[in-house]
């Protein structure tokens, strides 16, 4: 008993803390290129929305994605006054461009700043019945005042690695205070990992919602040119020496090999410039339009072109996986015709199963010179691009769902919440 009367007290303390926090940090946060768009906003100086059922946070570009498929999976006949909100420019311009047709009354907002006192002005205007929080988005001065106002919480498509488990682990005596009402988690681990957070024994495993937005294996011949292509995508700069490592020892063995690097970030395309002066490999960067017949390695320095790539590939390697940095999506190579090879840490991606080993979709290799190996076999023994794609077809059909049964956990969370309507 004596714990449980101290923890109403930290909960409160940490709460002045936070308040004060905010309000020494609003504006310098305001400064950012990327936060003073939607400022007036954030501050609630600007209001959009009024009362709706559901307050649906998207944080950005990939969570977006995952509303806007809720949404689609929601029965047409369900009409709801939605509020959705992010936090970045990017975010909100997807949210705008894809909603499409809806039977669903929707406003777009940015997501206003979590400082307490602003949150509760947006929580009394909006009014919601229940707030959808996408993936990992815990915003504690927004959970708190859905509570105190006895509204219902629930995290879809959940997910929380060990890393930031423990790094959550911190502060744990305060989140049981924010519970949310239902958690739907991508993974058992992430599952077990919530719940055991939040104290939450309604917390389920769902299947991830991304692979609904998967239509199927595409798969090309490629045009016969007597040149093999090599893709190593999503490079990470921590990663950087082994990758060119892989490089310079693939091109040794395969002088006539094509290659094309996509850093993840594209500020790091000056330093595969640096990495490149000098060795005598011919490269160019892709927004100079090269003539590809001279060139060995292009450097992709133009957003959106990796999925083409893949289609057109014989081998793929995968960053963010040969340092500790929990990996990239792998699912989108074998979806386009090619079987990839990571590093050893694909911590953050887990949630696609031991199926991908198991069907032969994906192959993990332990160190640099592992990863060489396998690409070396990937350009050395052609994939059968039509048994891949009945494989890939498989995997994506058993593991899809995700959305029908999370717009069935919302729909009941609304109806508890005195909401009216024909259950999905």
């Given at each position: ?126 009014d919601p019945r229940l707030l959808v929080l996408v993936e ?150 892709q927004s100079s339009r090269p003539d590809q017949e001279t ?54 991606f887990l949630w696609t199963g031991d199926e991908v080993f ?67």
């Amino acid at each position: 008993m004596k714990s449980n009367k101290k923890t109403p007290f930290h909960f409160k303390a940490l709460f002045l803390l936070y308040r004060l926090l905010w309000f020494c940090a609003t504006p310098l946060l305001l400064r950012f290129s990327r936060l003073k768009e939607g400022a007036a906003e954030r501050t609630l100086k600007q209001i959009h929305f009024k009362k709706v059922d559901l307050w649906i946070h998207a944080a950005s570009v990939g969570e977006a994605y995952i509303a806007i498929q809720i949404l689609k999976s929601f029965k047409n006949d369900l009409q709801l006054d939605i509020l959705l909100t992010t936090n970045t420019p990017q975010g909100k311009e997807i949210l705008a461009q894809n909603l499409g047709e809806q039977p669903h009354r929707v406003t777009v907002a940015y997501m206003v700043f979590d400082n307490p006192s602003l949150v509760r002005k947006a929580v009394q205007i909006a009014d919601p019945r229940l707030l959808v929080l996408v993936e990992l988005e815990i915003w504690p001065a927004l959970m708190t005042e859905i509570k105190r106002q006895k509204k219902k919480i629930i995290i879809v498509n959940g997910r929380m690695t060990e890393r930031s488990f423990k790094g959550y682990g911190k502060l744990s005596f305060l989140w049981p205070h924010l519970k949310p009402d239902t958690i739907l988690a991508i993974s058992k681990d992430s599952k077990d990992r919530l719940q055991t957070l939040f104290q939450q024994q309604n917390s389920l495993h769902v299947p991830n919602i991304k692979f609904d937005q998967i239509a199927h294996c595409t798969v090309s011949e490629k045009e016969s040119k007597g040149t093999q292509s090599l893709i190593l995508a999503s490079i990470r700069k921590e990663e950087e020496q082994d990758v060119f490592y892989i490089l310079t020892e693939i091109l040794r063995l395969f002088p006539n090999l094509h290659v094309d690097i996509f850093p993840r970030h594209l500020h790091r395309v000056s330093s595969w410039e640096a990495l490149l002066s000098g060795t005598g490999i011919k490269y160019a960067l892709q927004s100079s339009r090269p003539d590809q017949e001279t060139i060995s390695v292009i450097i992709r320095d133009i957003f959106g072109e990796l999925t083409r790539a893949y289609q057109g590939a014989d081998a793929a390697f995968i960053g963010g996986s040969l340092a500790p940095l929990g990996g990239q999506n792998f699912i989108e190579a074998f979806m386009n015709g090619v079987i990839p090879v990571t590093g050893p840490d694909i911590s953050d991606f887990l949630w696609t199963g031991d199926e991908v080993f198991e069907m032969g979709l994906l192959k993990k290799a332990n160190t640099k010179e592992e990863v060489l190996e396998f690409l070396v076999d990937s350009l050395n023994t052609p994939v059968d691009k039509q048994l891949l794609q009945r494989k890939a077809n498989k995997y994506i059909h058993a593991k899809q769902g995700g959305s029908r049964k999370t717009c069935q956990h919302i729909v009941d969370l609304l109806q508890q919440s005195n909401y009216k309507s024909d259950a999905l």
